[in-house]
Each structure stands twice: as C-alpha cells, then as structure tokens.
C-alpha cells in the first residue's frame, strides 16, 4: 500500500514559504528531492544546521545550569576572596575583546567561503584561531595564579561553580580549536565540497554561539560578580 | 520544598494519567500482551501515585522519611511506571524491530506473575513501614513486623518466576521465530505509520515517503485497502540514498569512556590518550569521501512489492464475508 495514492496533496507550497520541505536547498549535494510530489525530505543543508542547532540548545541549556548554580553560590565564599577580590578587568577586558574580534573573523571566513575564495576563507580561520588560542593563553594564566595562592576550585562553594562555568567555556574553545584546525585542513585538502561546506557552517555556529555564552558569561561571572 | 517539587509532579502526571486513558477511550481493547503491560502500568503507577502525593504534605513526609513506605510507593512508581511501560513497549514494537512476534503465552505468564509479584511483596511493605520499619535493617526485633516481610518474601518469589518466564519467552521466540514471523508488517493491526513498512524495516524505511495529509494517515490508506479490497496502485520506485554504516560512534563512546573512567580516578596520561584516541577517530570519520551508498530503484521495488504480497495475502484472507463493502 503507498501511503502516497490515498491522501491528497496539501497545499505545502502556501505554508511552506521559504521551500524548507523541500529538496535542493543551496549548499545541498541534491537537486531533486528524492520524495515524491512537491514534497520530499529537505535539503541536507537545512538538515545538518537544524541538527547542530540542537545540540547547540543543549548545550545553551547545559551552561544555563552552570549559570544558575553560579548565581546561587556566588556569595558562598566560605571566608575566602570575593570575585572583586580575584577577578583582573584588564585580562578580562583583553580576552573578552580576543573572543569578539574572533567571532568576527569567523564571520569573514564564512563569507569568504560563500564566494569560494580559499586564501581568504583560510587567513580569516587563522586569525580566528590565534585569537582563540590568545583567549585561551590569558585565561589559563588566570586560572593558574589563582591556584598558585590556594584560590583553586576546592577553596569555596564559589570558586567550585566559577572554575566549574569559566572552565566549562574554556574546554568548548578549546574543542573549537580543535575542530578549526581539522577545518582548515580539510578544506585544504578537499576544497569546498558539499560536505565542507555544510561543516564550515556548523562551525560558524558553534563558534558564534561559543561567543554568545561568553558575553552571558562576562556578565553573570564578572560584572555581577564584581559587585557583590 | 520537598512539598512544593512533589506538588508540582503530581499535578503533571496526573494529567498524563488522563491522556493514557483517553488514548483508550472509544477504542477497541485487545489485551494482547502490550495492552495488558499499559493497563498494569496504568493501574499501579496511579496507586503509586496516589502514595506519593501524601508525601508533599510536610509532617507526613518527616513521619514517613527513610521508612518502608517511602520505599514502596518509590517502587510502586518505578516497576508500575517504568518497568512495566518499558515491557509494553518492548513487546509492542519487537516484531517491527526484529521481524517476528514475542510469544504470547509466556508474556501473559510474564505479565501476571509480575503484576500479582509486585502487589504481594510492595503492599505489605506499605504497612510494615506504617507499623514503623526503616529501610535497610540488617535485623529487626519486632514481632508485629514479620508477617509483612513474609508475605513480601513471597511476592519476591512470584516476581522472580515473572522474571524467569521473560527470559523463556525471548528464547521461545526466538526458537520459533519462523512460526512467530511478522510478514505485513503490521500485525498488531495497527494505527500509525511505522506499521506501513516491513518487518523489520528495510535500510531506506518507506520504499516512498508517506504523504501525511492528517492524523492518521496509515490508518485511512489501510481502510481505503480493506473497502475496495485492493491495495493502492504500485508507486513508482526510485533508487534511495542512504547513509553507511559506522562503527565510529561505538568506537569514540568507548574511548571517550575511558577519558571519564581516567578523569573519575585521576589518571591523566590515561585521559590524554582517550582525547587524543577519541580525536583521532573523529578525524579519520570526518575524512572519508564517500559517506553514502544508493539503493537502485530495483531494489527498493524488490523489497517493497515482497511487503505488498504479503499485504494483498493478508487482505484477501481477512476479507469480508459479504464480499467487498
């Protein structure tokens, strides 16, 4: 029995403005949707960043935990330092400044991608990662000399949740990282294939809302942090 | 806030408990093995239920705390709401995931033996914890006490022959599993799509994809058949693409194991060479070129008309007596 013959056509073409349930969406490997009718399965493009964005709002949901056990503890310091105590505005300021000028670069190599120029894509990846690794530097810098004078995660209820947070961040760049350089090389390697570019696009998200995190981050941990 | 959070779950579930009910209301009830699971699990997550929602009252809670009531409503809501929904689900969906029925006999065997099992042993406990009894008691010297950790005994061993006639029914299934054989594709005789293609279901999953134009698509082309005593005219099949298999997952799950198993008891060359090992995999998953095979149309076509036999044999063997409506 074909489920097809017995049910007639909906009008998918007024609800379906944009041709989201439909085939041969751009970046897609397929021109012709493979279901029948005028519907069929989306472009795999759109199937790939819905998926990503998924994850990407289990993850948002992951920090936001973090986040609340935070706010919660953050004047649980056990008679130890304070954030306005600990916290560095110049360092801070510097990284929060490496992140947003990499998100930018990442959005450069996005769109030098869109218009298939190599060099380009790949310099704005470079820059992208550099900064990420400049971030990462200064906050493991900060991260050790809070150690160093007995200030690590085990000190209060407030130094656990903030290491548990910031450091929580700092392993997602640092996956990032990771994910760039694979990146780069494969589109070295590859060149802009389907694939790649449906990768470069989850990248970009990941990235971007890495960023995003951050400037929640910057606010909850540091400049909320700063006042109490 | 004990009080609040218990508040707060009965309140939804006590919602849900309508919506089980109303997806039975008007309905036909079979009780094959599945349905019996649901009602059970229904009828004994309500009770459990019901002994829960006493705990949110404060002094009740403080009274009841860490005794052998507490522990039976907690396995009143964890055997009635997730084992027994589980096995119904198990046995609902066996057929379409392995091609061939769970043995009926030995299931409702199953079933009555954990239904009975499980109110023999938890209800006595109820009131041996309203007589006093804590949880985990290495010993206890009040007479008043074991009658109800008798009769409890007793219900363990009902639970168990439950336990051992499910391990008898998997293997007399699977002994009989050509008897058993699944071959429409649906043989709970059933509503939704997933019981519109074979058992079990081919790597593509629909020969073409099903126009869903209302709630109940499967159900309307299945009438439809059974009126005009014919199935709908064949589709015309085209070659699927579908993605290949990969062991990666498994692979990158079992190093990224032994990254947590390291970080847990601070083995950290261990936790590097899980990373790097996880890392290297995702790589070697990220490089390869050909991430999809086609399955001809001929293919699709073979698999899905062997499925339409079936469908039409089955369709003239339960047609009506007065021939077609």
Redesign the interface.
């Known amino acids: 029995?074909?489920?097809?013959?017995?049910?007639?056509?909906?009008h998918a073409r007024d609800v379906d403005p944009y041709l989201l349930g439909r085939g041969g969406g751009r970046g897609s490997g397929?021109v012709a949707a493979?279901?029948?009718?005028a519907?069929?399965?989306a472009s795999k493009t759109v199937v790939v960043a819905y998926g990503f964005w998924l994850f990407l709002l289990s993850d948002i949901v992951l920090f936001s935990c973090l986040f609340a056990a935070h706010a919660v503890l953050q004047t649980a310091i056990a008679d130890g330092p304070a954030g306005h105590e600990l916290f560095k505005p110049t360092n801070i300021a510097i990284e929060t400044a490496c992140l947003l000028l990499s998100s930018f670069t990442c959005g450069m190599s996005a769109a030098a991608c869109g218009v298939r120029n190599l060099l380009w894509t790949q310099v704005a990846l470079l820059v992208t990662g550099l900064l990420g690794v400049a971030f990462l530097v200064l906050e493991a810098k900060d991260f050790a000399e809070l150690v160093e004078q007995g200030f690590g995660p085990q000190r209060s209820a407030f130094l656990s949740s903030f290491f548990a947070v910031v450091g929580c961040h700092g392993l997602h760049v640092s996956a990032g990282l990771?994910w760039l350089g694979?990146m780069m090389a494969?589109i070295f390697v590859?060149g802009f294939r389907a694939?790649i570019l449906r990768?470069m696009l989850c990248f970009n998200l990941f990235w971007h809302v890495l960023d995003i995190i951050w400037v929640a981050l910057f606010t909850i941990v540091y400049l909320i942090g700063e006042g109490r | 806030m004990f009080g609040i959070a218990t508040s707060i779950i009965a309140v939804g579930t006590g919602v849900k408990v309508y919506n089980w009910m109303f997806t039975m209301y008007g309905g036909r009830i079979r009780y094959a093995t599945p349905m019996l699971w649901s009602v059970g699990f229904i009828v004994t997550f309500i009770i459990g239920g019901m002994t829960g929602v006493l705990l949110a009252v404060p002094p009740a809670d403080f009274q009841l705390h860490n005794s052998l009531f507490l522990v039976a409503h907690f396995h009143n809501v964890i055997i009635g709401g997730v084992l027994f929904a589980g096995f119904a689900g198990i046995t609902y969906w066996f057929p379409k995931a392995f091609g061939f029925r769970l043995h009926e006999g030995w299931g409702k065997v199953s079933f009555w033996c954990a239904l009975i099992g499980f109110y023999v042993t938890f209800v006595p406990l109820y009131v041996a914890g309203l007589l006093g009894m804590t949880r985990r008691l290495q010993h206890y010297e009040v007479a008043a006490w074991r009658p109800w950790v008798l009769i409890a005994g007793l219900g363990v061993i009902i639970l168990l022959i439950g336990a051992i006639a499910q391990v008898i029914q998997l293997v007399v299934s699977v002994r009989q599993r050509d008897a058993l054989r699944d071959e429409t594709g649906d043989p709970w005789d059933g509503r939704s799509?997933e019981w519109?293609t074979a058992s079990p279901p081919p790597a593509f999953n629909?020969?073409?994809?099903?126009?869903?134009?209302?709630d109940e698509?499967?159900w309307?082309?299945?009438r439809?058949?059974i009126e005009r005593q014919q199935?709908?005219?064949?589709?015309?099949y085209?070659a699927?693409?579908v993605p290949r298999n990969s062991p990666v997952g498994f692979i990158t799950a079992f190093f990224a194991t032994i990254t947590g198993f390291a970080l847990i008891w601070h083995i950290w060359w261990l936790v590097a060479v899980g990373v790097a090992a996880a890392?290297v995999v995702?790589?070697w998953f990220?490089?390869r070129?050909v991430?999809e095979y086609e399955i001809p149309a001929e293919e699709v076509a073979r698999i899905d008309r062997a499925r339409?036999a079936a469908?039409q044999q089955w369709l003239e063997a339960n047609a009506p007596a007065g021939g077609p409506a």
């Open positions: 029995m074909s489920a097809t013959d017995a049910v007639g056509h909906g397929h493979t279901g029948r009718g519907g069929g399965p990771l694979t494969q590859k694939d990768r | 799509l519109a629909f020969a073409v994809l099903p126009n869903v134009g209302g698509p499967y309307q082309i299945k439809l058949a199935l709908a005219p064949e589709p015309t085209k699927i693409e890392y995702f790589v990220a490089w070129d991430t339409r469908r």
